[in-house]
């Protein structure tokens, strides 16, 4: 069935980058679709500059061009093997003009003037500062604004793009029979945007299904981020408009509240997810500089989409995350544990052996001639230059030459997927106040050349050493001079490659 996932704010779109990383490692090749819209991404956030949501649009973009180089490729691995769609950005303000205002917004002065019961009421719900701050950075983490604005958006803006792409697909979907499309709706509840969005999101949604008679075909789910971050503000006045750590708590209670009392048929299932070590972030009030590292709650919630198509959990169900040690993740605290281990580890490791080894071998190769001695596979997924000796395969006719444009493409496109992968694991490890232990950080960010052992990339509960001895690039060298390989060229060699990097 197909997933659409929905991220509202900065926290919502951090857990579609998980979600990102997931698919692209297999975690959801076995429940949705394989083609291009077997995924669904949609991201609504006011503060259309931020940087949480620059980073997960542009990790969905390395994915897309990714998965594009191996569309062509009929031997499938589960790396970049699900289609992920980008329904792009949606905000409340991309038709309001230039002055994103709550006195613009509402007409405030014409309200003032011609219903002043009304702008009185006004005046007593929102401070001056509140009605005259700049939201082109947000809602900046009072609710109360975001709700005030998403409120505003009428059942009839669904006709809208993104929105009308998103249902129209969702009706295909649902209508084409067997097919329970999947709806999940990521956010904070602590903040501003997700808070204020979450609620208005979902029940537009809804309505607007049970408007076409499929609401009871399509399955729809929360996932919702407690307080899982802190920081100090830093300049600025006590009067200033911006997100107070200190109101978390307080703004997380009145939002349950909210679902308990007002929303509960809204959602089929609910995933609360929270930690009780805040992570130290630094401050910002929105736009680029609003750029938090990826965090390992987000796994959870990327987990959850699977969780929720996998499971079907029953209808008003709450799901709640849980681990054996406070403070401390590993990976017998995620659910799945050995499949999840198995897809994430096999790509940090196919990520790292690609980046420190067999992009130098490759780069070397082109611009000195290969050494076949060194690289003994090269001649199974490349035809061998003249004067570079030392035989060829027999079918070296057939195979593309290294250094054609599209070889050198894929090259660098596998590349830069590689190394946004690699960052975005090695980042979940940097959380203040938890021992993170699934990867070794310092290891996956460590590319120079010259490191053999691959056994401690993966954090082991009880490392078998005869087994560790022979996990090195040096074993898998060899592997790669197969003639079983998954294909030819660059595309070929990936492949192939990857089949050898799962973990011992």
Known sequence: MSLYGIGVGGTGAKCLEAVTNLAAVGLFADLVPSTEEGINLLFVDADESNGSLERAKNSLKLYQETYALFADDRNRTPLIQTGVSSLDL????????????????FSYNSLKQNNPTLGHLFDVLYTQEERDANLDVGFRGRPAIGSAVMSQVDFDRLEEEPWRTLIERIQRDAGSGGSTPSIVLYGSIFGGTGAAGLPTMGRLI????????????????????????????????????????????LNTEAALRYYLTEAQQMFDTVYLLGSQALSRVDFSI?????????????????????????????????????????????????????????????????????????????TTAKSKGVNLAGTPWYNKYYKLQRGWGGGSSSASGELPNLDESGQQQAIDG??????????????????????VQLFDAPAIRD??????????????????????????????????????????GTIGLARTLYQFCHPF
């Open 206 to 249: 809804a309505n607007k299904l049970e408007k076409a008679n499929l609401r009871d075909k399509v399955r729809m789910a929360g996932v919702f981020l407690l307080p899982y971050f802190s920081f100090t503000p830093s300049g600025g006045t006590g009067d200033e408009v911006y997100a107070r750590a200190d109101q978390f708590m």
């Open 414 to 435: 596998i590349s830069e997927w590689c190394r946004d992968y690699l960052r975005w694991i090695g980042d979940l490890h940097d959380c203040e106040g938890e021992t």
């Open 286 to 362: 929105g736009k680029q500089s609003q750029r938090n590292k990826p965090h390992f709650l987000e796994v959870y919630a990327g987990l959850a989409a699977r969780h929720f198509i996998e499971n079907k959990p029953a209808k008003g169900s709450v799901v709640l995350v849980s681990r054996q040690t406070k403070n401390m993740i590993s990976w017998r605290d995620l659910p799945e544990q050995s499949r999840v281990k198995d897809d994430l580890g096999t790509a940090a490791r196919f990520a790292y052996v690609w980046l420190s080894y067999i992009v130098p071998e490759l």
């Open 90 to 105: 949606w905000s409340p303000f991309q038709d309001a003009g230039a002055e994103k205002q709550l006195t613009s917004f």
């Open 447 to 488: 590319l120079s050349p010259g490191r053999d052992d691959l056994s401690i990339l993966i954090k082991e509960a009880q490392p078998n050493q005869a087994r560790q001895s022979q996990d090195t690039i040096a074993n898998l060298r060899v592997k790669l001079d197969t003639p079983d390989n998954l294909g030819k």
